[in-house]
């Protein structure tokens, strides 16, 4: 099974502040790497697909990017709204497997 | 608006069985794969199986292999989880959740039902 080691386990960041989440792939899923957004008693939303492929209705300050089997998601000028935990799921090949999961918290 | 809203939840015995439904509203069923992923309380999310648009394909997880069912009847725009053997780890919010356009990403999830495996 692939394994996706994600960090940093917890996070608190300004208001405006850029903000990196990242996820290590154990081996070589092109770009079959995506993201989602957890918000407390909420379910999770879909925000980058394949890697860096925005979804419908997501903030542009939202991005992803990929070196090797490096993955980021990257959060441009944080917002209050921006607060919840994010996963990473690589769907390259069965069982697609998540992250552990970023909480993300305003400071 | 694409809604997928979920049912059949509730507290059973270790070894029962429980089937959760899912129903799926404003695209075209049939067209889509569609998944189950669990959270278990304060934890991750847990992908548990998938299913091809004409169940063509199905996959499992290992920790459910062999006990749960994945299935799907496209005439009444509804997926199922069947779910025997249960056990106390399967404890969880199930999630159900249709396949993106191109890759097995999940690009709408429903609200979740609750399964609690105590005796």
């Known amino acids: 099974d692939i394994q996706m080691t994600q960090s940093p386990a917890s996070l608190s960041a300004s208001l405006e502040e850029i903000v990196t989440i990242t996820c290590q792939a154990s081996?070589?899923?092109?770009?079959?790497l995506s993201w989602y957004q957890q918000k407390p008693g909420k379910s999770p939303q879909l925000l980058i697909h394949?890697?860096?492929s925005l979804a419908d209705g997501v903030p542009s300050r939202f991005s992803g990017s990929r070196s090797g089997t490096q993955y980021s998601l990257k959060i441009n000028r944080l917002q209050v709204e921006d607060t919840g935990i994010y996963y990473c799921?690589?769907?390259?090949?069965?069982?697609?497997?998540f992250g552990g999961g970023t909480k993300l918290e305003l400071k | 608006e694409v809604q997928l809203v979920e049912s059949g939840g509730g507290l059973v015995q270790p070894g029962r069985s429980l089937k959760l439904s899912c129903l799926a509203s404003?695209?075209?069923?049939?067209?889509?794969?569609m998944n189950w992923i669990r959270q278990a309380p304060g934890k991750g999310l847990e992908w548990v199986a998938s299913?091809?648009?004409?169940?063509?394909?199905?996959y499992y997880a290992d920790t459910v292999k062999g006990r749960f069912t994945i299935s799907r009847d496209n005439a009444k725009n509804t997926l199922y989880l069947q779910m025997t053997s249960l056990r106390s780890e399967d404890t969880a919010l199930y999630y159900c959740?249709?396949?993106?356009?191109?890759?097995?990403?999940?690009?709408?999830w429903g609200p979740g039902t609750m399964v609690t495996v105590s005796s």
């Open positions: 959740a249709r396949r993106g356009a191109s890759r097995w990403y999940f690009d709408f």
């Open positions: 404003g695209f075209t069923f049939s067209n889509y794969g």
């Open positions: 299913i091809s648009s004409s169940s063509s394909y199905i």
């Open positions: 081996q070589d899923i092109g770009n079959y």
């Open positions: 394949s890697a860096t």
């Open positions: 799921l690589q769907h390259y090949s069965a069982p697609w497997t």
